[in-house]
């Protein structure tokens, strides 16, 4: 039997979700906060995590992020696991508290093993980049599996574009598997074969007769003609065919399935794979989609796409993630335009990669960005993988942010530097990072005291 708590506790949740949801009532966000609050003082984990998301979002209330996080820590102190995620979505786009990747990365991994299935997306995105994390492809697949294995459609997509990207073939025994479910739809499905005859009737078979030539596509409304019919089968049984297509007309027809399927995913490796197949039709349905991530793709998997139109859509988004990968993966990029948007983000993790990885650049602005972010991690990975870099400056801020870990890393490297340098006889460098390591020793000794009493932000 329920404890007197337990049943008041249920009640006050009930009424606030009748608020929240406006059911018998009109819907008021402050009166379910009110309820939410008694409730969550109460222990109810639920209304914890409610009412972290109505100050969050600021829904009829100021926001305020701290007492948010206040709520969202006592949901997540009994185990809550969107609470847990929403803590790590705190960290990463630094709502309330200073914005720390890796700290995002740690709550993903607790919620994402509590099967929290935008936290296992989270975390595979950031170990797919190296955010955070270690770049771990391995891990990376396993976690897109599992979020792609309960719905989640972005992991899905993620997932199958790593497969094909390692494997652009299908095997036999797949393929045939995939023929007989085709030939199962097809032998199945008279209903649409009467529907499809009915409709094409008056239809011109020049325009629109590959439509006809095997019904896999079910009629949704007459009154919009042609256009109106969406596929049955999946675009999959389209790509395998075609992989074993014998013609030219062949290739166009599962083509044109494809393309009608929308299906992002397949309309690159379709591109991608099939000799023949129409690069500008099924870019067009990449662009219109106006996903980032695919128009970053398909420019960098497709010979003879149309890279400034696919660019547009990348460069509007903002997202420097993107562009950085499109600078450095697409022949004929605008570097500097992606440049901008890298520089505007104010990412130190992504300005730390484009100053490494795109050659020709200047590095002293992306390097400014990432000393002032004060991102051990990133003024780490800068001092030793960026040509130019002023390491005695990056020592010097991985020291004032105060992360152990990455003093001690930053040491270490220093030493390992000096002891390479030593082997190879290059005595100038043996100079250089030996006055970098006194440096680093020498501010390490004098701001020893004060880092003991710092809070450690990252």
């Known amino acids: 039997m329920k404890s007197f708590n337990d049943r008041v506790r249920d009640h006050q949740f009930s009424l606030a979700m009748i608020y929240y949801n406006g059911i018998g009532v009109e819907k008021n966000d402050k009166k379910a906060l009110k309820y939410f609050e008694k409730a969550a003082k109460r222990g109810h984990a639920q209304s914890q995590l409610n009412a972290a998301l109505i100050y969050q979002q600021g829904l009829d209330v100021e926001q305020d992020f701290k007492k948010a996080l206040e709520y969202l820590n006592q949901a997540a102190d009994q185990g809550h696991p969107d609470a847990i995620f929403n803590i790590g979505i705190m960290y990463y786009y630094g709502k309330g508290v200073k914005q720390n990747y890796e700290k995002a990365a740690e709550y993903f991994d607790i919620a994402a093993a509590k099967g929290q299935v935008d936290a296992q997306f989270n975390l595979g995105y950031m170990y797919n980049i190296g955010l955070g994390v270690e770049e771990n492809l391995?891990?990376?697949?396993?976690?897109?599996?599992?979020a792609a294995d309960q719905g989640h459609e972005d992991a899905k997509y993620n997932y199958e574009l790593i497969q094909a990207e390692q494997n652009n073939s299908y095997d036999a025994d797949d393929i045939q598997r995939e023929v007989d479910v085709l030939t199962n739809i097809i032998e199945e499905n008279s209903y649409y074969n009467k529907k499809l005859d009915e409709m094409f009737k008056d239809v011109d078979p020049e325009k629109f007769g590959y439509l006809r030539s095997y019904p896999l596509y079910e009629l949704v409304d007459e009154e919009q003609g042609v256009e109106s019919y969406k596929l049955i089968g999946e675009p999959s049984l389209a790509y395998a065919l075609a992989l074993i297509a014998k013609t030219k007309e062949e290739v166009i027809y599962y083509g044109n399935m494809i393309q009608l399927s929308k299906d992002l995913y397949f309309n690159?490796?379709?591109?991608?794979?099939?000799?023949?197949a129409d690069i500008k039709a099924h870019g067009n349905v990449i662009l219109q989609s106006r996903n980032v991530y695919y128009n970053y793709m398909f420019p960098k998997s497709v010979k003879g796409a149309d890279v400034k139109a696919h660019e547009q859509i990348v460069l509007?988004?903002?997202?420097?993630?993107?562009?950085?990968?499109?600078?450095?993966?697409?022949?004929?990029?605008?570097?500097?335009?992606?440049?901008?948007?890298?520089?505007?983000s104010k990412d130190p993790v992504f300005n730390c990669s484009f100053a490494h990885r795109i050659p020709g650049i200047d590095i002293k602005p992306h390097e400014k960005?990432?000393?002032?972010?004060?991102?051990?991690?990133?003024?780490?990975?800068?001092?030793?993988?960026?040509?130019?870099?002023?390491?005695?400056?990056?020592?010097?801020?991985?020291?004032?942010?105060?992360?152990?870990?990455?003093?001690?890393?930053?040491?270490?490297?220093?030493?390992s530097k000096i002891k390479s340098a030593t082997e190879q006889n290059d005595n100038l460098l043996v100079d250089y990072y030996k006055d970098a390591l006194a440096d680093f020793v020498g501010e390490l000794s004098r701001k020893g005291p004060a880092l003991k009493k710092r809070k450690n932000n990252y």
């Open 369 to 415: 960005i990432v000393l002032e972010s004060m991102h051990p991690r990133a003024n780490f990975d800068f001092a030793f993988k960026v040509t130019g870099a002023d390491v005695k400056a990056h020592g010097r801020v991985i020291i004032e942010s105060g992360n152990e870990e990455y003093i001690n890393k930053f040491k270490k490297k220093l030493n």
């Open 316 to 344: 509007g988004g903002k997202d420097p993630n993107t562009s950085f990968r499109f600078a450095r993966d697409v022949e004929g990029a605008d570097i500097q335009a992606h440049e901008k948007v890298v520089l505007d």
């Open 268 to 276: 690159t490796i379709y591109a991608m794979n099939i000799e023949n």
């Open 138 to 146: 391995d891990k990376a697949i396993s976690l897109y599996k599992q």
